[in-house]
């Protein structure tokens, strides 16, 4: 079965912290990974798009990396901030279809 | 450009009830996607289509209908309503292999 893990569930970090988010996936046979943002009650805002033969993907402060032979990504925030503060969703596609890590919430205290 | 649109964004249904969920999207996109969110357990896959007229069963199919009637708009229905049902729905939808856009969800309570 094709399960998406995030470490850790939750994590709550000071103004100005860089920090690591950690998603795990069982079947390595991926097309692409997508980390996404969700704010509470809202739906979901894509951040970061790694295909499959790529190995990283940069957007302003957020850098996401892909080891397909381990089976990992993380998302890591630089200088972070309290608008950063969310739940962060990791989602890995097979064929046409997303599986969806549980996510990790993250509060940035000012 | 709105994206991806749901209707309604809030329902209440007494058990055995029936609605039916629309979603729109207007990025010309040919995957389209439902999916529920229940606290603790990310999102699951309910049904996708592929392409119009082309629909199929994700990982949580049971006690759901799709349609896909044309390449906007993949409607989701619950035929009779039960109390496992109460989720917040999210549609989306994808061009290739870029990545999915969501909607802003609907929450469902089931009584």
């Known amino acids: 079965k094709q399960e998406v893990t995030q470490i850790p569930a939750a994590l709550s970090v000071p103004e100005g912290e860089n920090l690591v988010l950690n998603c795990s996936f069982t079947d390595s046979a991926i097309y692409n990974l997508q980390w996404f943002r969700q704010d509470p009650g809202k739906g979901l805002t894509s951040l970061l798009l790694?295909?499959?033969?790529?190995r990283e993907q940069t957007s302003g402060r957020l850098n996401a990396s892909l080891d397909k032979s381990s089976g990992r990504s993380t998302l890591y925030i630089a200088a972070s901030q309290p608008g950063d503060s969310a739940t962060y969703l990791c989602a890995v596609e097979y064929g046409n279809k997303l599986v969806f890590g549980a996510g990790t919430i993250l509060r940035v205290k000012s | 450009n709105a994206g991806v649109t749901q209707t309604p964004k809030f329902q209440v249904l007494k058990t055995g009830q029936s609605m039916t969920l629309q979603c729109a999207q207007d990025?010309?996109?040919?995957?389209m996607y439902w999916y529920r969110q229940d606290p603790g357990m990310g999102l699951r896959l309910i049904y996708y289509?592929?392409?119009?007229?082309?629909?199929d069963k994700g990982e949580v199919p049971n006690g759901y209908n799709v349609s896909r009637l044309n390449k906007r708009e993949f409607s989701l229905r619950l035929e009779s309503a039960a109390p496992s049902q109460t989720s917040v729905y999210f549609c989306a939808s994808k061009a290739g292999v870029h990545e999915q856009y969501f909607g802003p969800g609907t929450r469902l309570t089931v009584t």
């Open positions: 289509s592929a392409s119009e007229g082309t629909t």
């Open positions: 990025m010309n996109h040919n995957s």
């Open positions: 790694i295909q499959s033969s790529q």
